[in-house]
């Protein structure tokens, strides 16, 4: 008898399925097929465009309003002549046409993939969908469905598969990828089929029995009896962490974890509810510059962050300073400056104009408000106090002018390694907030917008966790709060081991923080999952 | 009341034969599959060229061309610029940009997910 095995995911779209495992086929295009020329490759292509978006519109013809707007926007996408262009540019270079086709949408997909923005990243998905379509209609290979009252369990899910699927008998839906803003997870959740997200890969035997628990975030693999009786008498409505409002939840053995939003830009806080944070963990600035005379103009810059300290209420509202360099040019300079340049608390120092204009904004708008200022890649104790010194001076000369000012809390960015290392030397420092974005690809010499390195970026993240444990316990140690505001704080894959780090304080962003909250509900303030204690 | 910042979108001005406009976008999502659709399609009914640049990029894309504007990018808080040449140009111009202003003609449900 198979062994059985539990699994752990997001949940996508909530309640409780089981069935056969079915094993998606990753799709690839066939040897490039010789012989005919560049013309004719072209016009099959054509032709298999045409007929995929046949199929589609068929689709759509016996689809529900919302599945057919979703069918409407990949038929648009292949009536464009962009992407049969961009696989003709290959026909030319000697492929034949469904290996310029799938090449094409590949380096397109990776584009989309790329983005940083995760909603227009999980479109991704709808890509592979056209992709996969015109290849079937070129090469005569028909698209997969299953049997009703499977499991599907696959990277991710196309959503023309889901449609042409008949889900009335049951069954569930298991993704090693894949997004809770999918096209997919949209439908899943209002045909009510349960669905997993963010397994991460495992092996799984063909024709295994799957349970699939979307309320508990959890697949079983062979299943026994008492599992899917246990699975399916709970309600989803029992999760008691689901709707705890104000940025506080509970891990299962009952250590008080925070979490607090992320915020790119100003014209966010109009979508997000304060009601659901503790507040703002970082309030990003770059957003303010779009031209040098923006850098310093301290009305605009003050009018955001009241407004921040507004939306805020009591709760702490942590803006931090420019960071511009690296990936952010500078207003006026002509390019941008080096990742390990200038850039961040250096290039404020160097331009003090910029930092002082920022400096004074912040000081006034922290009278209205729990005001806490970050400082970007600071590197050494002595960038923190030629900040503070900009704070001070800046305070006096606001004060002799009898305007009302109040020192904000001044905490740093923990993301060069040098700085995370040596925590211990920063105790002037009022907190420390992770940034681990730049410091994994700081740890890993490798930067984290080339994708030909995007392998070593991501071998950072035990190095990573290690400066975590190590800094978590030096500000311990100082008695300072501290926290994370880096992308890995919103990938719920990584939230055991940031737990078990011994973090207690997440920024995260906005759209992600349904799937944090869930995920730290259901664990032990050691990062390990409540239902393995038992 | 509100004293939100938003960057206001500057009228359409005639340049070198274009008539052109800025933007910010505002929706929720940026410009993705849904608000794609709709702004390609709205740019198609019109018979002059529209092309799109966005934040600080050097190219100017085919603003009828889906592909394009999905592989732009587009998040929320980006400056889009909207220049037109040809028959109805001001037009269409002024339509695309109240299009953006709109956010879209989105509702809530659609805006969440799209």
New interface residues.
Partial sequence: MAETLEIFGISASPGVGVGPVHLAAEFTAEAPAPGDTVAAEGDKLRRAVTTAVAELEALAYRSDEESA??L??QI??LL?P??VE?AEERMLAGDGAALAWFGALDD?IA??EA???E??GA?AV??VDIRNRVLSALTGRPLEDFAPGSVFVGKDLEPSLFLAHDWTTGGGIVLFEGSV?S?VA?LARSRSVPMLVATGRFEIAPGARVLVDGNDGRAVIAPDDEHVREAKSRKPAARPTASRAGGAIETADGVAIRLSAII????????VDPASFAGIGLMRTE?LV?SPADAVDEE?HY??Y??ALDWAGESPAIVRMLDLGGDK?LPGARRSESFMGLRGIRLLLARPKLARAQARALLRAAVHGNLGVLLPMVTVPDELEAMRAIFEEESTALGRRGVQTRMPEIGMMVEVPVAGLMLDRFSRSDFFSFGTNDLAQYLAAAARDDQSVAALYDAATPAVLRVIAQGVAFAEAMKKPIGICGEMASDPRHIPALMAAGLRHFSVAPNRLADIRTIIGGMCSDGRAAAEMK | MD????REATEAVETQGYCQAEIEV?H???L???P??IF??LAKSFPCTVEIKVN?SSVWL?GK????I??A?I???S?LKIRARGLRAAEAIHALKALVERDFDEDKK?GR??
């Fill in positions: 707007g979703i409407d926007f648009e996408m464009d962009a992407l961009m397109y584009g989309i983005a940083p923005d909603q227009l479109r709808d890509i803003s096209h949209m790119n830009d100003p014209l966010e806080l109009r979508a957003f779009t605009k009018d955001i009241r407004h040019t | 004293n939100r910042p938003r505002t929720g999502f940026g993705h599959a849904r794609s659709v390609t399609r600080d085919n061309s889906i592909v394009k999905m592989g990018r998040r929320r808080g400056i659609h997910n799209a």
